[in-house]
């Protein structure tokens, strides 16, 4: 059962919305292209499930439009705006069936029985439920409570599909699993959608680009790779992946010393003078380490720990300067070194991102 | 946007006008009570009644009697059933159900109905002592102190902390006193309150077996001076009130 | 040994409840259906349902459904409108309260009444000065209508500690997700709401009706014998009112309350467990 339709593009325009004295949303401006999946993503209080909400219809802008379709949908009832929504927990309507929980929004638009049913049955196979059809929530795990839901939201052929954080109430496992089923299935029925999560993980994995938010405001919106690779605000770059921060000083050219190594300046800040100070953002697999007694550049140091994480280790180094460096190496190289070992530390890329401290001295060195 | 708003406005006043009417209807007869009991002779009002309450003989022996069944229902309530809770969440794990069926059966059986039978089957002897009264009141209690302390023990799991307590090495007796009953503490003290309300209003098989207690004196006072009945009529409930609210104080304090 | 010793740990309480509650019931049901005599007979239950005392029976249905019915609905009604306020303070007063009011009876409830809507109550004279007369009529407090007034004062309180933890339990998911899936106010309730209150209303309301129906302090304090209830019967009886060769009679009417109670509190239970099952 094919469900490919003309997907629908989304446009959040100047949304603001405060609670009380606290502001939830600052003139939020957020495009979805048509089949995209977008996540917002961010620490809890930063405002994407409040965007989320305001989208679905279920609160109300103080000033702002939703369009969607090209069509102004601000004041349009949240009844009314084809969307589909996966809740976080506790969605389904314990006194229904599996099926006729996915048929709820068939029967709510006066689709017949047979009709629905077998619409629901349809879909329930499409995630993997087709099994359970009579079954109720309360027989059900987590993971396939989730699945129902998803299955009862796209049931209606929404133009646009919004989870709440659909995944964090689940097992790892479950939520790995479920994570790649909605994409496939968003994929393959190209509905436009926004997905909120506090999980860096999680979004950078599915979706086609990332919006990271902090009190209200949208830091960056970018593809996983740049997020990854340039974090636009110190804020972005600590949410997304882990760093080191190494403490550096801008030289002419520039040029940053980290670990031994002259780096290039990536990006990151604006133009900073010679001798400002800054951090440099080094990416734990962006570390090499050899043994002390072996003649490379970098810095000395001692491991301090090895936590073994499968198909790759990760060490902590204490470099005799004091420093704490974190180094991701595949498990058959970091086999050799164990704690106490004493090693050297060298950056392997060309190029760093640098931040600015959180003070700002600039001395002349 | 102004809409939706207005709309939450109007079902905002709705509620608030049920909640009031309901007040009303709650409030107005307790206000008649006091207007009632604070008239006297000569159409002023003044605590002359509440005063007859203390200058009356009856009183005193009355609420002896009331207290006496109080300590001896809720002690007997507690000795029965708080070792019998325990049990059968500790080791007697699948008498359970049993237990909480018959613990309930009480509610089935309409009180004037169980005296009835009460007076019929009693040996002559217990029936010349109100502290038979005592006896069943403990019965009357029990689906209420059986479900305070299974709520109390369940929310707990006390089977895991008893078993992490006797790994440790400590002794059942030590298990019992110093992590059963402490724990048990808020469930012992709603228990014992509930039965406490229980005993001081109890009137269908006080009056039924004809002993003097507190609320069977008050119907009695209640034939020859309508205003002292109603005085301690809102005596009672005042008191009623303070009880069920230093429930819930010690309630409280132990949740924080 | 070990089931040897729980056996004997729940011996108090078996005996206990044995004596003092199984066998005052026994006594009740055995009689019910004895002659003076012992031998067995059926003639006092078949009495215990005919001509003032089938109307006793009748009357006192009557009064439970009723107030059960009325208990139900405005005490549905005040728990709904205290949850929609949302205020916090007001919940747990509530609770306390209705603790207390589910507990009043008899003559200080009865007195409370004659002090509010007697011939010189509060309320009466009130009304008279709106120029309502509530006893211009025929209406009496005594009747069966005072009787249901009166004893709504512990069947609403009773209905709100019932279904408060049932309305709690709605989760508010469910209903945006039903508006979101484009269901109206009505649908919701139709489709979703109503279903799930339905079991814990229907318990309540068998809860209320086996309340009233067993009820007695109340009835004698308002009533004093001018309506049949059998409550006051079996009440009447034991107190020395006895016929002649129905000295049994009283316990026929016994059993036929255990036998109206105990179907109320089976089906509450059985509504009770569903709900459960379903609010996870």
């Known amino acids: ?365 | 946007m102004a809409a939706v708003v207005k709309q939450r406005r109007k079902y905002h006043i709705t509620a608030w006008v049920i909640v009031f009417l309901v007040f009303l209807y709650f409030i107005l007869p307790i206000a008649g009570a006091a207007q009632f009991s604070l008239r006297e002779r000569d159409d002023t009002y003044g605590l002359d009644a509440y005063r007859m309450i203390f200058q009356t003989p009856e009183l005193a022996e009355v609420l002896k009697l009331t207290l006496r069944l109080t300590l001896i229902s809720v002690a007997l309530s507690m000795a029965i059933m708080v070792p019998t809770v325990t049990l059968v969440h500790l080791s007697a794990k699948k008498y359970r159900r049993l237990v909480e069926f018959v613990s309930i059966q009480p509610l089935v059986i309409p009180p004037v109905v169980l005296v009835l039978g009460v007076v019929n089957v009693m040996p002559t002897n217990w029936m010349g002592s109100p502290d038979l009264l005592a006896f069943e009141y403990a019965v009357l209690a029990m689906p209420f102190t059986f479900r305070a302390l299974d709520a109390g023990l369940t929310n707990l799991d006390i089977k895991t902390i008893v078993d992490a307590a006797r790994g440790l090495g400590a002794s059942w007796f030590t298990v019992l006193l110093r992590i059963v009953a402490p724990n048990l503490k808020s469930g012992i003290f709603g228990a014992a309150f509930l039965t406490i309300a229980l005993v001081l209003g109890e009137f269908t098989m006080a009056s039924l077996m004809l002993w003097n207690t507190f609320p069977t004196w008050i119907a009695t006072v209640g034939q020859s001076d309508a205003s002292l009945s109603v005085a301690l009529s809102v005596a009672s409930l005042a008191f009623a009130w303070v009880l069920l609210v230093l429930l819930s104080f010690a309630d409280r304090r132990r949740k924080a | 040994m070990r089931k040897f010793r729980d056996v004997v740990g729940l011996f108090p309480f078996f005996a206990y409840t044995a004596v003092f509650f199984g066998a005052p019931t026994v006594m009740v049901i055995v009689k019910a259906f004895q002659d003076q005599n012992g031998h067995w007979t059926l003639a006092n239950v078949v009495e215990s349902v005919q001509d003032v005392y089938f109307d006793s029976f009748v009357e006192s249905l009557k009064l439970a459904f009723a107030s059960a019915a009325s208990g139900t609905i405005i005490g549905f009604a005040g728990a709904y409108a205290l949850l929609a306020t949302g205020n916090a303070w007001l919940r747990k007063i509530t609770q306390t309260a209705a603790g207390v009011f589910a507990n009043t009876g008899g003559i200080p409830l009865a007195f409370m009444f004659i002090a509010a809507l007697g011939t010189y109550g509060l309320v009466t004279q009130m009304l008279l000065k709106l120029g309502i007369d509530i006893y211009a009529g025929s209406w009496t407090l005594f009747g069966f209508s005072g009787l249901l007034i009166v004893y709504l004062y512990f069947q609403i309180p009773l209905m709100i500690i019932v279904i408060l933890p049932a309305l709690e339990a709605q989760r508010k998911e469910w209903r945006e997700a039903a508006t979101n899936l484009g269901a109206t106010t009505r649908q919701y309730w139709l489709h979703v709401g109503g279903p799930i209150l339905f079991a814990p209303v229907a318990g309540a309301f068998l809860l209320l009706f086996a309340n009233a129906f067993a009820a007695y302090a109340t009835a004698r304090a308002l009533t004093s014998g001018t309506i049949p209830l059998v409550p006051l019967q079996i009440g009447s009886l034991l107190s020395g009112n006895v016929i002649a060769d129905r000295a049994n009679l009283g316990f026929a009417l016994g059993f036929g309350m255990i036998v109206i109670v105990a179907i109320a509190m089976y089906v509450y239970n059985a509504t009770q467990k569903r709900a459960a099952k379903w609010l996870q």
């Open chain 1, 1 to 365: 059962m094919t469900m490919t339709r003309n997907s629908t593009s989304v446009e959040l325009r100047n949304l603001r919305r405060t609670f009380g004295s606290v502001v939830a949303l600052d003139n939020l401006n957020l495009t979805l292209n048509p089949g995209e999946l977008i996540a917002l993503l961010g620490p809890s209080g930063c405002g994407k499930t409040t965007a989320l909400r305001l989208l679905a219809g279920l609160d109300q802008p103080d000033s702002g439009e939703i369009v969607v379709g090209g069509k102004d949908i601000t004041h349009v009832p949240a009844s009314k705006r084809n969307m589909g929504m996966v809740f976080q927990s506790y969605s389904l309507f314990p006194n229904l069936t599996a099926a006729q929980n996915v048929a709820f929004g068939l029967r709510v638009r006066r689709v017949g029985r047979v009709e629905r049913l077998k619409r629901a049955a349809e879909l329930l196979e499409l995630v993997g439920l087709g099994e359970q059809r009579d079954r109720y929530p309360h027989a059900m795990s987590g993971g396939q409570q989730q699945r129902v839901a998803l299955a009862r939201a796209i049931a209606i052929q929404p133009d646009v599909l919004l989870l709440d954080e659909p995944l964090s109430a689940l097992d790892a496992m479950v939520r790995s699993q479920l994570r790649d089923e909605i994409r496939r299935l968003q994929i393959e029925v190209g509905i436009t959608t926004l997905f909120v999560t506090h999980d860096q993980e999680e979004a950078m994995a599915i979706a086609d680009r990332v919006g990271v938010m902090r009190s209200g405001n949208l830091e960056q919106l970018d593809a996983p790779p740049s997020l990854y690779a340039r974090p636009a605000t110190p804020f972005v770059a600590s949410f997304v992946g882990t760093n080191n921060n190494l403490p550096t000083i801008v030289e002419a050219g520039g040029i940053v010393q980290v670990l031994g190594r002259n780096l290039g300046i990536a990006a990151g800040s604006d133009e900073l003078p010679v001798g400002a100070t800054a951090n440099a953002l080094l990416r734990p697999e962006s570390v090499s380490v050899a043994r002390a007694d072996s003649a490379t550049a970098g810095l000395r140091g001692t491991v301090s720990t090895t936590s073994f994480l499968g198909s790759t280790t990760r060490l902590v180094l204490k470099l005799d300067a004091g420093q704490d460096v974190l180094v991701d190496l595949p498990s058959t190289v970091a086999r050799e070194f164990a704690a106490g070992d004493e090693v050297i530390a060298c950056a392997t890329t060309n190029e760093v991102v640098i931040q600015h401290q959180e003070r700002v001295v600039i001395e002349d060195v």
